[in-house]
């Protein structure tokens, strides 16, 4: 089985506890005004990859290191076969390792709409933050993009990697990856409002013109 893929990148500290795998699945059909990521929204068989080689990448780039992986879009949802074959790939590795990394996965649902609906995937999670993306409100608390976003622990592991952080405003310096891979510059982590602008300025004053963004149709 394949799943649509954005990118995947090792070390991701940004987006959750610790060093971690992030996986950015292609395709979403919420479409909050606002969003950042316009280049996750069109599904694209073009970018399916197979699970399995995936999983093996995973294993390649962090070994035994990874402390969580970080499942984010795109709407991960919007594949559920999908990932459910990934999941259960991954519970598979984890089951294999003496330190257990942790599974968070976002979704622009709402919490209520996946228990109805997705309650098995629900089930394969340590935490999800779900929930609409609001541009309007602001974003002060940890790894959620506004504020109405819920951080929601589902199993003992997710209780002792992110319960200290359900309700916590962020108490440290904000982390941003930018990652530059040949062809693309991309952020990782919650830009705060105008980050993303700032950044543009700041590539042009180094002579850098970004061809097109993310952030803007
Ligand atoms: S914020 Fe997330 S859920 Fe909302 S449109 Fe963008 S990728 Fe989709």
Same mark, same amino acid.
């Given at each position: 089985?394949?799943?649509?893929?954005?990118?995947?990148?090792?070390?991701?500290?940004?987006?959750?506890?610790?060093?971690?795998?992030?996986?950015?699945?292609?395709?979403?059909?919420?479409?909050?005004?606002?969003?950042?990521?316009?280049? #996750?929204?069109?599904?694209?068989?073009?970018?399916?990859?197979?699970?399995?080689?995936?999983?093996?990448?995973?294993?390649?780039?962090?070994?035994?290191?990874?402390?969580?992986? #970080?499942?984010?879009?795109?709407?991960?949802?919007?594949?559920?076969?999908?990932?459910?074959?990934?999941?259960?790939?991954?519970?598979?590795?984890?089951? #294999?390792? #003496?330190?257990?990394?942790?599974?968070?996965?976002?979704?622009?649902?709402?919490?209520?709409?996946?228990?109805?609906?997705?309650?098995?995937?629900?089930?394969?999670?340590?935490?999800?933050?779900?929930?609409?993306?609001?541009?309007?409100?602001?974003?002060?608390?940890?790894?959620?993009?506004?504020?109405?976003?819920?951080?929601?622990?589902?199993?003992?592991?997710?209780?002792?990697?992110?319960?200290?952080?359900?309700?916590?405003?962020?108490?440290?310096?904000?982390?941003?990856?930018?990652?530059?891979?040949?062809?693309?510059?991309?952020?990782?982590?919650?830009?705060?409002?105008?980050?993303?602008?700032?950044?543009?300025?700041?590539?042009?004053?180094?002579?850098?013109?970004?061809?097109?963004?993310?952030?803007?149709?």
């Amino acid at each position: 089985m394949k799943i649509q893929l954005n990118k995947a990148h090792y070390p991701v500290t940004a987006l959750g506890p610790g060093k971690r795998i992030g996986i950015w699945t292609q395709g979403c059909s919420i479409r909050c005004p606002g969003c950042v990521s316009l280049d #996750t929204w069109e599904a694209d068989r073009s970018k399916a990859m197979a699970i399995d080689d995936l999983i093996a990448w995973c294993k390649r780039v962090a070994g035994g290191a990874a402390e969580g992986i #970080t499942i984010s879009g795109g709407e991960p949802f919007d594949q559920p076969k999908a990932l459910a074959k990934l999941l259960d790939g991954l519970h598979r590795w984890r089951n #294999t390792l #003496t330190r257990p990394f942790d599974i968070l996965c976002y979704s622009g649902y709402r919490l209520e709409k996946l228990q109805k609906e997705h309650a098995a995937l629900l089930a394969k999670l340590d935490a999800i933050i779900c929930d609409p993306f609001v541009e309007a409100l602001p974003t002060v608390r940890w790894w959620r993009g506004s504020d109405n976003q819920r951080l929601i622990v589902l199993s003992e592991l997710g209780q002792a990697r992110f319960g200290r952080y359900v309700d916590a405003a962020i108490d440290e310096p904000k982390r941003f990856q930018v990652v530059a891979d040949g062809k693309r510059v991309w952020f990782v982590g919650i830009p705060q409002r105008g980050d993303l602008d700032r950044i543009e300025s700041a590539c042009a004053e180094r002579g850098v013109e970004l061809a097109a963004t993310s952030w803007r149709a």
